[in-house]
């Protein structure tokens, strides 16, 4: 009996010490539930995240229609505007008389800007809203060229006018004088449009993220359809104007200069075509009279 006694005691103690390893297994059990329930919550969590993803998307493009096309991102301007007032600052060059010509012989500088303008067309012919570095080099390298050569033949010749010099006949200097002042509205055309708001392509694109340069009257009324269509946006057209304008009026007229180097950059031409036409203009009465 004291036998059995110690055997029951003994299966007694077998059977608590697997009491615990029963236990290890049901808790071992409940692991794939456990992370089957982890996976659906972090599903879950995605399946949110992507509402909401999708929702700030439509928000963000319900705002963004209501902008104005100067505010947003659009498909960018025409090419042919710019293209075609370039081709006439290039055009220009050639009645000025040779001895005002920055190179020898005369058609050597506008057969090179015309080849360069003809890269820029067939590098981007439609819609400006290419984003590239050389392209834009070579637009700015343009635009300085034909500046440079306008200024050498504008300096040329003041320095005649100053000196008693210049064309023997009233009409020749007209000519003349009138060729470089338009040129020179055009290449400032071209500096307003290259740089505000960092370029035609960030303006298009809406990657510039700065303040505009210039205040055109449609800006300060886009919140009267009415007035402005909301698509409005400014082109090269715009940029002529202004330059058109200030070498005529010598100051700001309806579109305001906001940046610094927007002030400087009207103030230059304004001196460069009061100079120009006082001289020219003077000459020529002088000489007419």
């Known amino acids: ?39 659906g919550l972090r599903l879950l969590h995605e399946r949110l995240e992507e509402i909401d993803r999708s929702a700030l998307g439509r928000d963000a493009r319900a705002i963004e229609s209501h902008l104005p096309a100067w505010r947003r991102p659009t498909e960018g301007e025409a090419r042919w505007q710019v293209a075609l007032c370039t081709a006439a600052a290039i055009a220009l060059q050639i009645p000025v008389p040779e001895r005002l010509d920055l190179m020898r012989p005369s058609w050597l500088l506008p057969a090179a ?15 400006i809203n290419r984003e590239s570095k050389a392209i834009r080099a070579l637009a700015l390298f343009l635009a300085a060229l034909i500046s440079f050569t306008n200024a050498w033949a504008a300096s040329k010749l003041v320095f005649e006018l100053a000196h008693g010099k210049g064309p023997a006949t009233g009409g020749a200097l007209l000519i003349t004088g009138s060729a470089i002042w338009l040129t020179n509205v055009f290449v400032f055309a071209l500096w307003y449009w290259e740089f505000d708001q960092g370029g035609p ?25 009415h007035l402005v269509s909301k ?55 002088n000489i007419l009279g």
């Open 201 to 225: 392509v960030a303006r298009a694109l809406g990657s510039a993220q700065r303040y505009p340069d210039f205040m055109f009257p449609q800006m300060s009324v886009m919140d009267s359809p």
């Open 113 to 127: 800007e015309g080849c360069l303008l003809i890269a820029l067309i067939a590098a981007n012919p439609r819609r």
């Open 1 to 39: 009996m004291a036998v059995n006694s110690g055997d029951g005691e003994r299966g007694a103690h077998e059977g608590q010490q697997d009491a615990p390893g029963e236990g290890r297994g049901a808790q071992g059990a409940e692991h794939p539930d456990t992370a089957r329930i982890l996976a």
């Open 231 to 285: 698509d409005w946006e400014p082109a090269f057209i715009d940029y002529f104007y202004l330059a058109f304008t200030n070498a005529t009026a010598f100051s700001p007229t309806d579109t305001m200069p906001m940046s610094r180097w927007a002030k400087m950059a009207m103030t230059l031409q304004a001196a460069v075509s009061v100079i120009t036409v006082a001289l020219v203009v003077s000459r020529a009465v």
